[in-house]
């Protein structure tokens, strides 16, 4: 017998976004569609909530909100039910090794970014904004506004934030070099009290062994009393896998990594075929809607 899906999960970079940065319009309408049957919506990221307030806003349906990879989850009415923040000992331990390692990184909380430089994260904000925004001006003011003009980044020193109690829930590592990646990854993997993982290649993310998706969303199910087996959850890279295998139906992006799709229940198409649509009109609804007949 069908057993309908109560919650659906998607990851947003490489998956309900393409590579524009953009949700289609194929894949808007399908999430409508989605919240119009009744499903729970979750958007499940690794970004922090101040980038993707104007993606809620696109959706335009009250969905829960799991953020910084799993630490922050928010309500349908964006108002914080949970946070995980790592250990203070712990982060110390991380931001020795990163220091030592001179690579460029940030940290967040619920609400902000933490950088040791204003230029560098202004140069990798152009780097991301330089691959998405077609006018040269745009690309040009919108780094320097966000970093400096819209109340979302915090210039710190961060053995003298962490000596004095700041909080962390998500640190981000930005590398082209992969010798480095992999030396820093080989170094915290001695670090006890995290977890590890990835979004893309030249990346890294750190967060608390108890935040990752599957975590928030195991936390999430707790509040709505909804068992694993009743979410479908949708992802293309390491920071995904969790949450894939946590899910009644686990399902890889087209473009995912090969290992995240070894542990997929599906596979739909990828983020440029609008394969979060093809999800949710091959596997939840239209299932939803042959068991009714």
């Not at 170094?187 to 108890?210: F, M, P, R, Y």
């Not at 990752?212 to 890279?237: P, Q, R």
């Amino acid at each position: 017998m069908y057993k309908p899906y109560r919650i659906f999960a998607t990851d947003m970079d490489g998956t309900l976004l393409n590579y524009r940065k953009e949700i289609s319009e194929v894949n808007l309408k399908a999430m409508r569609d989605l919240h119009k049957e009744g499903i729970e919506v979750v958007v499940c990221t690794g970004r922090s909530f101040a980038t993707v307030k104007q993606y809620l806003e696109q959706l335009d349906f009250p969905c829960w909100l799991i953020s910084n990879n799993g630490s922050v989850i928010r309500n349908k009415s964006r108002q914080i039910v949970s946070t995980t923040y790592m250990k203070q000992t712990v982060l110390q331990k991380v931001i020795r090794i990163l220091e030592k390692e001179d690579v460029y990184f940030h940290a967040s909380d619920e609400e902000y970014y933490y950088i040791k430089s204003i230029y560098e994260r202004i140069k990798m904000v152009s780097n991301y904004v330089s691959r998405v925004e077609k006018s040269k001006i745009k690309a040009f003011w919108r780094p320097i506004y966000e970093v400096l003009f819209s109340n979302t980044h915090k210039k710190v020193n961060f053995n003298s934030f962490i000596h004095n109690g700041g909080k962390i829930t998500s640190i981000f590592v930005v590398s082209r070099n992969s010798e480095k990646i992999n030396s820093i990854k080989a170094k915290l993997a001695n670090v006890e009290g995290i977890d590890v993982s990835s979004s893309g290649k030249d990346n890294i993310e750190i967060l608390d062994k108890g935040a990752t998706k599957a975590h928030g969303l195991a936390k999430l199910l707790s509040k709505l009393n909804i068992s694993s087996d009743e979410i479908v959850t949708v992802g293309d890279n390491f920071n995904d896998l969790t949450m894939i295998k946590y899910a009644g139906l686990g399902v890889a992006m087209g473009n995912s990594e090969a290992e995240i799709k070894e542990h997929a229940d599906w596979i739909t198409k990828t983020n440029e075929e609008d394969g979060v649509a093809h999800l949710i009109y091959e596997k939840v609804i239209k299932l939803k809607e042959v068991a009714m007949e």
